[in-house]
């Protein structure tokens, strides 16, 4: 019943909602360096793990933002405390993809020191071309290994309810992880942070991010009836 309840919410959000953070990209020129514009930065500041704009691929045309070498970009978000939240993105490995590339949420982070707490840490590794969880700083946490995909553009979305601490992971509709959002001494009540980290990789795209608060209440009857309502809009 969780998993048909994440499915049911990713379809009714994803008809249209006011989004707390947007980025697709296009509002910048390809080549540019994304360190210091419009909250990215470099892990703790450095400019050097900055990233820059692409239009070698896009999902939404003309650009994404490329993951690669020492690319360790960080958005750092707000005001997201309380509540039920989907967090979208799009990412693209290359059919030469290689290395182990790193998509990252974060509960707490502070430019330039501490304290910082991960949630959930997922590796794109083409050891064996697999997506693995290498954990957060101490959430209790069920992994489900899926292979990835080349050459194509595919879906991660995150449930997170910061209320009852638990999360959900999807690649591509396939759950990854899911569990608590944040444990330990240093979690947070909170999504404080996405790091796009390359770890030395090849190329890695993403675009059209988009985290948008799921309507209160966020009840399985709920979401049952807008899940009814969008598939009779498709019908009809």
Same mark, same amino acid.
């Given at each position: 019943?969780?998993?048909?309840?994440?499915?049911?919410?990713?379809?009714?959000?994803?008809?249209?909602?006011?989004?707390?953070?947007?980025?697709?990209?296009?509002?910048?020129?390809?080549?540019?360096?994304?360190?210091?514009?419009?909250?990215? &930065?470099?892990?703790?500041?450095?400019?050097?793990?900055?990233?820059?704009?692409s239009d070698a691929q896009s999902s939404s045309a003309p650009n994404s933002v490329d993951?690669?070498?020492?690319?360790?970009?960080?958005?750092?978000?707000?005001?997201?405390?309380?509540?039920?939240?989907?967090?979208?993105?799009?990412?693209?490995?290359?059919?030469?993809?290689?290395? &182990?590339?790193?998509?990252?949420?974060?509960?707490?982070?502070?430019?330039?020191?501490?304290?910082?707490?991960?949630?959930?840490?997922?590796?794109?590794?083409?050891?064996?071309?697999?997506?693995?969880?290498?954990?957060?700083?101490?959430?209790?946490?069920?992994?489900?290994?899926?292979?990835?995909?080349?050459?194509?553009?595919?879906?991660?979305?995150?449930?997170?309810?910061?209320?009852?601490?638990?999360?959900?992971?999807?690649?591509?509709?396939?759950?990854?992880?899911?569990?608590?959002?944040?444990?330990?001494?240093?979690?947070?009540?909170?999504?404080?942070?996405?790091?796009?980290?390359?770890?030395?990789?090849?190329?890695?795209?993403?675009?059209?991010?988009?985290?948008?608060?799921?309507? &209160?209440?966020?009840?399985?009857?709920?979401?049952?009836?807008?899940?009814?309502?969008?598939?009779?809009?498709?019908?009809?």
């Amino acid at each position: 019943m969780k998993r048909i309840l994440v499915s049911a919410a990713v379809a009714v959000l994803a008809v249209g909602a006011s989004a707390q953070w947007f980025e697709n990209f296009d509002s910048y020129n390809a080549g540019d360096q994304l360190h210091g514009m419009n909250g990215w &930065e470099g892990w703790d500041g450095n400019p050097g793990a900055g990233a820059l704009v692409s239009d070698a691929q896009s999902s939404s045309a003309p650009n994404s933002v490329d993951i690669v070498g020492a690319s360790d970009l960080v958005q750092v978000h707000s005001g997201m405390f309380s509540g039920v939240w989907l967090y979208t993105t799009e990412v693209y490995l290359p059919t030469k993809y290689s290395g &182990e590339s790193y998509f990252i949420l974060m509960n707490t982070y502070t430019s330039g020191g501490n304290p910082k707490d991960w949630s959930l840490q997922m590796v794109f590794d083409s050891g064996d071309g697999m997506i693995h969880n290498l954990g957060g700083s101490g959430n209790v946490v069920t992994e489900t290994q899926v292979a990835y995909d080349l050459g194509v553009w595919r879906t991660i979305d995150v449930l997170i309810d910061l209320d009852n601490n638990t999360h959900t992971a999807r690649y591509n509709g396939q759950v990854v992880v899911e569990g608590e959002w944040y444990g330990g001494a240093g979690g947070q009540q909170n999504i404080g942070a996405t790091d796009l980290f390359a770890n030395n990789a090849n190329s890695v795209f993403y675009d059209n991010f988009n985290v948008q608060q799921v309507p &209160e209440p966020a009840t399985i009857a709920g979401l049952s009836i807008g899940l009814l309502a969008l598939l009779r809009r498709r019908r009809n």
